[in-house]
Protein backbone atom coordinates (compact mmCIF):
# COMPACT_ATOMS: atom_id res chain seq x y z
CA UNK A 1 0.00 0.00 0.00
CA UNK A 2 1.34 3.40 -0.82
CA UNK A 3 0.36 6.21 2.19
CA UNK A 4 -0.69 9.72 1.16
CA UNK A 5 -2.55 11.03 3.70
CA UNK A 6 -0.48 12.60 5.56
CA UNK A 7 -2.33 15.14 7.10
CA UNK A 8 -4.82 13.09 8.96
CA UNK A 9 -1.84 11.57 10.40
CA UNK A 10 1.77 10.45 9.94
CA UNK A 11 3.65 7.08 10.31
CA UNK A 12 5.12 7.13 14.10
CA UNK A 13 8.86 7.62 13.77
CA UNK A 14 10.96 4.83 15.32
CA UNK A 15 12.88 7.39 17.41
CA UNK A 16 9.16 7.94 19.07
CA UNK A 17 8.47 4.73 19.60
CA UNK A 18 11.71 3.68 21.04
CA UNK A 19 11.43 6.21 23.71
CA UNK A 20 7.57 5.33 24.50
CA UNK A 21 8.53 1.50 24.92
CA UNK A 22 10.73 2.17 27.61
CA UNK A 23 7.78 4.42 29.49
CA UNK A 24 5.59 1.68 28.83
CA UNK A 25 6.94 -0.41 32.05
CA UNK A 26 5.98 -3.76 32.82
CA UNK A 27 5.32 -5.66 36.72
CA UNK A 28 9.23 -6.05 36.96
CA UNK A 29 10.24 -2.61 35.59
CA UNK A 30 11.03 0.82 37.83
CA UNK A 31 9.12 2.87 34.96
CA UNK A 32 6.11 2.67 35.38
CA UNK A 33 5.61 5.67 37.85
CA UNK A 34 3.17 8.13 38.17
CA UNK A 35 4.94 11.46 37.41
CA UNK A 36 3.35 13.04 39.80
CA UNK A 37 3.98 10.66 42.42
CA UNK A 38 7.29 12.03 45.33
CA UNK A 39 8.94 9.05 45.37
CA UNK A 40 11.92 7.75 43.21
CA UNK A 41 10.10 6.01 40.44
CA UNK A 42 7.71 9.01 40.13
CA UNK A 43 10.65 11.68 39.77
CA UNK A 44 12.08 9.43 37.09
CA UNK A 45 9.00 9.68 35.39
CA UNK A 46 8.49 13.59 35.76
CA UNK A 47 12.31 13.74 34.69
CA UNK A 48 11.00 11.91 31.24
CA UNK A 49 8.08 14.31 31.20
CA UNK A 50 10.37 17.77 31.32
CA UNK A 51 12.74 16.31 28.94
CA UNK A 52 9.99 16.00 26.63
CA UNK A 53 8.56 19.26 27.17
CA UNK A 54 12.17 21.16 26.49
CA UNK A 55 11.84 19.12 23.20
CA UNK A 56 8.25 20.07 22.39
CA UNK A 57 8.92 23.42 23.08
CA UNK A 58 12.36 23.92 20.82
CA UNK A 59 10.09 24.20 17.99
CA UNK A 60 7.89 26.73 19.79
CA UNK A 61 8.97 30.39 20.31
CA UNK A 62 10.99 31.23 23.10
CA UNK A 63 9.72 32.08 26.64
CA UNK A 64 6.53 31.03 27.55
CA UNK A 65 4.64 27.76 29.20
CA UNK A 66 3.81 24.59 27.30
CA UNK A 67 1.00 22.60 28.24
CA UNK A 68 0.70 19.00 27.43
CA UNK A 69 -2.62 17.74 26.59
CA UNK A 70 -4.55 14.93 24.90
CA UNK A 71 -4.40 16.52 21.44
CA UNK A 72 -4.77 20.02 19.67
CA UNK A 73 -8.66 19.68 19.65
CA UNK A 74 -8.71 20.26 23.55
CA UNK A 75 -5.31 22.67 23.48
CA UNK A 76 -7.89 25.15 21.22
CA UNK A 77 -10.83 24.28 23.05
CA UNK A 78 -9.32 25.45 26.16
CA UNK A 79 -8.47 28.53 25.04
CA UNK A 80 -11.41 28.91 22.97
CA UNK A 81 -13.98 28.30 26.01
CA UNK A 82 -11.54 29.72 28.62
CA UNK A 83 -10.84 33.39 27.63
CA UNK A 84 -12.64 36.46 27.96
CA UNK A 85 -14.48 38.49 25.24
CA UNK A 86 -15.70 38.19 21.86
CA UNK A 87 -14.20 35.41 19.43
CA UNK A 88 -13.21 35.82 15.30
CA UNK A 89 -12.76 33.21 12.90
CA UNK A 90 -12.32 32.23 9.53
CA UNK A 91 -14.40 29.80 7.66
CA UNK A 92 -11.55 27.01 6.88
CA UNK A 93 -10.80 26.41 10.10
CA UNK A 94 -11.06 23.38 11.37
CA UNK A 95 -14.05 21.99 13.13
CA UNK A 96 -11.96 21.95 16.67
CA UNK A 97 -12.83 25.43 16.52
CA UNK A 98 -16.22 25.96 14.48
CA UNK A 99 -17.51 23.78 16.97
CA UNK A 100 -16.93 25.63 19.73
CA UNK A 101 -19.37 28.56 18.50
CA UNK A 102 -22.28 27.24 20.22
CA UNK A 103 -20.02 26.83 23.51
CA UNK A 104 -18.86 30.40 22.95
CA UNK A 105 -22.14 32.13 22.53
CA UNK A 106 -23.71 30.08 25.30
CA UNK A 107 -21.32 32.00 27.34
CA UNK A 108 -22.96 35.48 26.05
CA UNK A 109 -19.70 35.88 23.83
CA UNK A 110 -20.17 36.58 19.92
CA UNK A 111 -18.64 34.04 17.40
CA UNK A 112 -17.67 35.41 14.11
CA UNK A 113 -16.99 33.75 11.19
CA UNK A 114 -15.20 36.01 8.66
CA UNK A 115 -15.08 34.58 4.99
CA UNK A 116 -11.24 33.30 3.13
CA UNK A 117 -9.80 35.39 -0.39
CA UNK A 118 -10.20 32.72 -3.38
CA UNK A 119 -7.00 31.24 -2.56
CA UNK A 120 -7.58 30.30 0.48
CA UNK A 121 -6.11 32.60 2.93
CA UNK A 122 -7.54 34.82 5.74
CA UNK A 123 -9.27 37.88 4.79
CA UNK A 124 -7.71 40.90 6.58
CA UNK A 125 -9.84 43.61 5.15
CA UNK A 126 -13.22 41.12 6.55
CA UNK A 127 -11.01 40.91 9.72
CA UNK A 128 -10.36 44.57 9.99
CA UNK A 129 -13.74 45.65 9.40
CA UNK A 130 -14.80 43.07 11.98
CA UNK A 131 -12.66 43.17 15.09
CA UNK A 132 -13.64 45.10 17.77
CA UNK A 133 -12.22 46.65 21.21
CA UNK A 134 -14.97 44.03 22.54
CA UNK A 135 -12.93 40.95 20.45
CA UNK A 136 -11.24 39.12 23.35
CA UNK A 137 -9.81 36.21 20.64
CA UNK A 138 -8.58 36.14 17.27
CA UNK A 139 -8.24 32.50 16.28
CA UNK A 140 -6.10 31.24 12.96
CA UNK A 141 -4.80 28.13 11.61
CA UNK A 142 -1.05 28.17 10.18
CA UNK A 143 -1.63 25.70 7.41
CA UNK A 144 -4.77 24.34 6.37
CA UNK A 145 -5.62 20.75 7.02
CA UNK A 146 -7.42 20.00 3.82
CA UNK A 147 -5.93 22.49 1.22
CA UNK A 148 -2.42 23.53 2.87
CA UNK A 149 -2.65 27.32 2.44
CA UNK A 150 -0.74 28.87 4.76
CA UNK A 151 -2.04 32.02 6.85
CA UNK A 152 -0.85 35.54 6.45
CA UNK A 153 -0.38 34.97 10.59
CA UNK A 154 1.97 38.67 11.43
CA UNK A 155 -0.82 40.91 9.79
CA UNK A 156 -3.57 38.50 11.55
CA UNK A 157 -1.54 39.38 14.82
CA UNK A 158 -1.02 42.63 14.62
CA UNK A 159 -4.78 43.43 13.96
CA UNK A 160 -5.99 41.70 16.64
CA UNK A 161 -3.28 43.89 19.06
CA UNK A 162 -3.88 46.82 17.85
CA UNK A 163 -7.56 46.97 20.08
CA UNK A 164 -6.30 44.34 22.78
CA UNK A 165 -7.25 40.92 21.36
CA UNK A 166 -5.34 37.15 21.86
CA UNK A 167 -4.56 35.57 19.16
CA UNK A 168 -4.83 31.18 19.43
CA UNK A 169 -2.61 29.75 16.05
CA UNK A 170 -3.92 26.14 15.25
CA UNK A 171 -0.39 25.05 14.71
CA UNK A 172 -1.16 21.43 14.01
CA UNK A 173 0.04 20.90 10.32
CA UNK A 174 2.32 23.60 10.74
CA UNK A 175 4.75 22.27 13.88
CA UNK A 176 8.07 20.35 12.56
CA UNK A 177 7.61 21.46 9.04
CA UNK A 178 7.89 24.93 9.00
CA UNK A 179 9.34 27.37 11.41
CA UNK A 180 6.65 28.36 14.15
CA UNK A 181 7.69 32.06 15.30
CA UNK A 182 4.42 33.90 15.30
CA UNK A 183 3.84 36.39 17.87
CA UNK A 184 0.51 34.64 19.08
CA UNK A 185 -0.67 34.80 22.76
CA UNK A 186 -1.49 30.43 22.04
CA UNK A 187 -0.38 27.77 19.94
CA UNK A 188 -2.00 24.37 19.81
CA UNK A 189 -0.22 21.03 18.74
CA UNK A 190 -0.27 17.87 18.03
CA UNK A 191 2.21 14.94 17.92
CA UNK A 192 0.70 12.40 15.39
CA UNK A 193 0.80 15.15 13.08
CA UNK A 194 4.77 14.99 13.18
CA UNK A 195 5.73 11.51 13.91
CA UNK A 196 4.37 11.10 17.50
CA UNK A 197 1.89 9.41 19.20
CA UNK A 198 -2.01 9.66 18.82
CA UNK A 199 -3.53 11.30 21.89
CA UNK A 200 -0.98 14.07 23.12
CA UNK A 201 -0.94 17.20 22.22
CA UNK A 202 0.42 20.85 23.62
CA UNK A 203 -1.25 24.15 24.25
CA UNK A 204 1.74 26.42 24.07
CA UNK A 205 1.13 29.81 26.24
CA UNK A 206 3.13 33.05 25.40
CA UNK A 207 4.99 34.89 28.24
CA UNK A 208 2.08 37.91 28.22
CA UNK A 209 -0.94 35.89 27.66
CA UNK A 210 -3.06 35.36 30.47
CA UNK A 211 -4.29 31.66 31.06
CA UNK A 212 -7.62 30.49 30.18
CA UNK A 213 -9.40 28.58 32.47
CA UNK A 214 -9.17 24.95 32.69
CA UNK A 215 -11.51 22.69 30.93
CA UNK A 216 -10.92 19.58 33.65
CA UNK A 217 -10.63 19.96 37.36
CA UNK A 218 -9.38 17.68 39.84
CA UNK A 219 -5.82 17.65 40.35
CA UNK A 220 -4.20 20.86 37.92
CA UNK A 221 -1.15 18.18 37.50
CA UNK A 222 -0.78 20.36 34.26
CA UNK A 223 0.49 24.12 35.97
CA UNK A 224 -3.14 23.86 37.39
CA UNK A 225 -4.50 24.41 33.65
CA UNK A 226 -4.79 20.44 33.39
CA UNK A 227 -5.96 17.81 35.85
CA UNK A 228 -5.33 14.45 35.07
CA UNK A 229 -2.11 11.96 35.32
CA UNK A 230 0.00 12.17 32.21
CA UNK A 231 1.28 9.62 30.24
CA UNK A 232 5.47 9.57 30.42
CA UNK A 233 5.21 7.12 27.50
CA UNK A 234 3.41 9.47 25.21
CA UNK A 235 5.58 12.70 26.37
CA UNK A 236 8.39 10.60 25.80
CA UNK A 237 7.31 9.62 22.26
CA UNK A 238 5.82 13.40 21.22
CA UNK A 239 9.87 14.97 22.22
CA UNK A 240 11.31 12.31 20.90
CA UNK A 241 9.64 13.09 17.19
CA UNK A 242 9.91 16.74 17.92
CA UNK A 243 13.70 16.23 18.53
CA UNK A 244 13.70 14.29 14.83
CA UNK A 245 11.50 16.83 13.37
CA UNK A 246 14.31 19.35 14.81
CA UNK A 247 17.47 17.81 13.63
CA UNK A 248 16.27 16.88 10.07
CA UNK A 249 13.93 20.44 9.46
CA UNK A 250 16.01 21.28 5.92
CA UNK A 251 16.42 17.69 4.65
CA UNK A 252 12.38 17.61 5.22
CA UNK A 253 11.90 21.03 3.62
CA UNK A 254 13.67 19.72 0.62
CA UNK A 255 12.36 16.22 0.10
CA UNK A 256 9.03 17.69 0.32
CA UNK A 257 9.89 20.02 -2.16
CA UNK A 258 10.92 17.23 -4.61
CA UNK A 259 7.94 15.27 -4.35
CA UNK A 260 5.94 18.45 -4.63
CA UNK A 261 7.51 19.10 -8.36
CA UNK A 262 6.99 15.27 -9.48
CA UNK A 263 2.98 15.32 -8.05
CA UNK A 264 2.80 18.61 -9.91
CA UNK A 265 4.28 17.23 -12.90
CA UNK A 266 2.07 14.15 -12.75
CA UNK A 267 -1.39 16.33 -12.07
CA UNK A 268 -0.71 18.69 -14.76
CA UNK A 269 -4.20 18.62 -15.60
CA UNK A 270 -6.23 18.75 -12.37
CA UNK A 271 -7.02 21.90 -11.09
CA UNK A 272 -5.27 23.04 -8.06
CA UNK A 273 -7.55 23.89 -4.67
CA UNK A 274 -6.26 26.91 -2.88
CA UNK A 275 -2.73 29.14 -3.55
CA UNK A 276 -0.29 27.45 -5.56
CA UNK A 277 2.57 29.45 -3.34
CA UNK A 278 1.76 30.58 -0.11
CA UNK A 279 1.18 26.88 1.10
CA UNK A 280 3.06 23.73 2.06
CA UNK A 281 3.89 21.53 -0.17
CA UNK A 282 3.14 18.19 1.27
CA UNK A 283 -0.36 19.19 0.60
CA UNK A 284 -1.85 18.78 -2.82
CA UNK A 285 -5.97 19.28 -3.18
CA UNK A 286 -6.70 19.02 -6.80
CA UNK A 287 -9.76 18.39 -8.76
CA UNK A 288 -11.06 17.14 -12.01
CA UNK A 289 -14.99 18.30 -12.97
CA UNK A 290 -17.49 15.52 -12.57
CA UNK A 291 -14.90 13.05 -11.21
CA UNK A 292 -16.85 10.20 -8.85
CA UNK A 293 -14.30 10.17 -5.98
CA UNK A 294 -15.57 7.35 -3.74
CA UNK A 295 -15.18 5.49 -7.55
CA UNK A 296 -11.85 6.60 -7.72
CA UNK A 297 -11.26 5.26 -4.10
CA UNK A 298 -12.39 2.18 -4.53
CA UNK A 299 -10.37 1.67 -8.05
CA UNK A 300 -7.35 2.70 -6.10
CA UNK A 301 -7.75 0.87 -2.45
CA UNK A 302 -4.19 0.35 -2.75
CA UNK A 303 -3.85 3.98 -2.19
CA UNK A 304 -4.29 5.55 0.82
CA UNK A 305 -5.93 9.09 -0.17
CA UNK A 306 -8.38 11.64 1.46
CA UNK A 307 -11.43 13.54 0.22
CA UNK A 308 -11.11 16.04 2.55
CA UNK A 309 -10.86 16.02 6.01
CA UNK A 310 -10.09 12.85 8.18
CA UNK A 311 -12.64 14.25 11.11
CA UNK A 312 -15.12 14.80 8.23
CA UNK A 313 -15.17 11.62 5.93
CA UNK A 314 -18.21 9.39 5.40
CA UNK A 315 -20.04 12.65 6.30
CA UNK A 316 -21.44 12.95 2.76
CA UNK A 317 -21.15 17.07 2.79
CA UNK A 318 -19.10 18.71 0.76
CA UNK A 319 -16.03 19.95 2.58
CA UNK A 320 -16.98 23.40 4.02
CA UNK A 321 -13.03 24.50 3.53
CA UNK A 322 -13.45 24.17 -0.18
CA UNK A 323 -17.25 25.73 -0.28
CA UNK A 324 -15.20 28.26 1.53
CA UNK A 325 -12.91 28.97 -1.51
CA UNK A 326 -16.10 29.12 -3.62
CA UNK A 327 -16.13 26.17 -5.05
CA UNK A 328 -19.50 24.86 -6.01
CA UNK A 329 -20.87 21.70 -4.22
CA UNK A 330 -20.02 19.69 -7.16
CA UNK A 331 -16.94 21.13 -7.68
CA UNK A 332 -15.87 20.58 -4.03
CA UNK A 333 -17.12 16.70 -4.07
CA UNK A 334 -15.02 16.01 -7.31
CA UNK A 335 -11.56 17.09 -5.49
CA UNK A 336 -9.03 14.71 -3.58
CA UNK A 337 -6.34 15.11 -1.15
CA UNK A 338 -2.75 13.81 -1.48
CA UNK A 339 -0.09 14.27 1.55
CA UNK A 340 3.21 13.04 1.91
CA UNK A 341 6.73 13.89 3.90
CA UNK A 342 9.25 12.17 5.45
CA UNK A 343 8.82 8.56 4.69
CA UNK A 344 7.36 9.57 1.10
CA UNK A 345 8.87 8.41 -1.76
CA UNK A 346 9.39 9.56 -5.15
CA UNK A 347 8.23 6.48 -6.53
CA UNK A 348 5.42 6.35 -4.02
CA UNK A 349 4.02 9.66 -5.65
CA UNK A 350 4.57 8.30 -9.34
CA UNK A 351 2.99 5.27 -8.74
CA UNK A 352 0.07 6.60 -7.15
CA UNK A 353 -0.23 9.56 -9.25
CA UNK A 354 -0.29 6.86 -12.24
CA UNK A 355 -3.24 4.45 -10.50
CA UNK A 356 -5.22 7.62 -9.72
CA UNK A 357 -5.12 8.96 -13.58
CA UNK A 358 -5.60 5.86 -14.99
CA UNK A 359 -8.93 5.32 -12.58
CA UNK A 360 -9.74 8.57 -13.29
CA UNK A 361 -9.46 8.51 -17.21
CA UNK A 362 -11.47 5.31 -17.07
CA UNK A 363 -14.37 7.55 -15.79
CA UNK A 364 -14.03 9.32 -19.21
CA UNK A 365 -12.08 11.99 -17.69
Given amino acids: MIYLDYQATTPL ?5 EAML ?3 GGPDSDTFGNPHSPH ?3 RMAAAAVETARERVGALLPEGGKLIFTSGATEALNMVLQGTPGDVITFATEHAAVLDCAKVVEAQGRRFTVLPVTPDGRADLDALQAAITPQTGLVAVMAINNEIGV ?6 VVAIAQAVGARVLVDAVQAYGKVPVEVAADYIAISAHKVHGPKGIGALWIGPDASPPLPLLWGGGQEASLRSGTLSPAL ?3 FGAAAQVAQE ?8 VEHLWNIAREAFADWELNGSAVDRWRGNLNIRKEGLDVARLMSDCRNVMFSAGSACASGSGRPSHVLRALGLSDRQAKSSIRLGFGRYTTAQDVESAAAMINTAAKEQGL
Fill in 40 to 42: RMG
Fill in 22 to 24: RWL
Fill in 150 to 155: RNPLAP
Fill in 13 to 17: APEAR
Fill in 248 to 255: GFSEQLFH
Fill in 235 to 237: CAG
